[in-house]
T-cell receptor, first 108, second 116 residues
Framework: DAKTTQPNSMESNEEEPVHLPCNHSTISGTDYIHWYRQLPSQGPEYVIH???SNVNNRMASLAIAEDRKSSTLILHRATLRDAAVYYCILFGNEKLTFGTGTRLTIIP | SAVISQKPSRDICQRGTSLTIQCQVD?????MFWYRQQPGQSLTLIAT?????????ESGFVIDKFPISRPNLTFSTLTVSNMSPEDSSIYLCSVEDLGTGTTEAFFGQGTRLTVV
């Protein structure tokens, strides 16, 4: 299964943009890039996903490198409620395989 | 969207016993998955629950330890058998509609299991 690499932790100030990087150098042509986040004591929550083009939704933006070997999740204006573990996942072979994720801390 | 109900939400069990966790979805879905999240760790896929046939297990997980049923497109159960303290984890049910990655996955709130 293709793997992802993310920084273990990141910090950001409240109301500032946050860029969460993810490397996936072994991605296959049919793998979708998914991002989920997990708040304390909850199941993971969908954030965004894409294949090749950049994607935007009400929660975030996803920037995908042209060679698809990396991507960046962008939270445009972080709030305290965005403090969570963010997982970058490749959806392939009909399953989601989680990596270690990035623990995002928001500083008031 | 899909709403997932997992039962029980938590349990404390004696070693050597078994616990069955239920996952109920409010709509028919193609793919259902079971994950384990050990304390402080990420999620590890246990198996894909297949409707009407045997589940597909990931490396390191076996049917005798984690039997799974999926009688229809909205319900599945995971049993943790002959439990030991090492089985203390959060067990999560997840669903996804197509299995292609083109749609989002949904997760239950999890079942927090403590084995004593």
């Amino acid at each position: 299964d293709a793997k992802t690499t993310q920084p273990n932790s990141m910090e950001s100030n409240e109301e500032e943009p946050v860029h969460l990087p993810c490397n996936h150098s072994t991605i296959s042509g049919t793998d979708y890039i998914h991002w989920y986040r997990q708040l304390p004591s909850q199941g993971p929550e969908y954030v965004i996903h894409g294949l090749t083009s950049n994607v935007n939704n009400r929660m975030a933006s996803l920037a995908i490198a042209e060679d698809r070997k990396s991507s960046t999740l962008i939270l445009h204006r972080a709030t305290l409620r965005d403090a969570a573990v963010y997982y970058c996942i490749l959806f392939g072979n009909e399953k989601l395989t989680f990596g270690t994720g990035t623990r995002l801390t928001i500083i008031p | 969207s899909a709403v997932i109900s997992q039962k029980p939400s938590r349990d404390i069990c004696q070693r050597g016993t078994s616990l069955t966790i239920q996952c109920q979805v409010d709509s028919q879905v193609t793919m259902m998955f079971w994950y384990r999240q050990q304390p402080g760790q990420s999620l590890t896929l246990i198996a894909t629950a297949n409707q009407g046939s045997e589940a597909t297990y990931e490396s390191g997980f076996v049917i005798d330890k984690f039997p799974i049923s999926r009688p229809n497109l909205t319900f599945s159960t995971l049993t943790v058998s002959n439990m030991s303290p090492e089985d203390s984890s959060i067990y999560l049910c997840s669903v996804e509609d197509l299995g292609t990655g083109t749609t989002e996955a949904f997760f239950g709130q999890g079942t927090r299991l403590t084995v004593v």
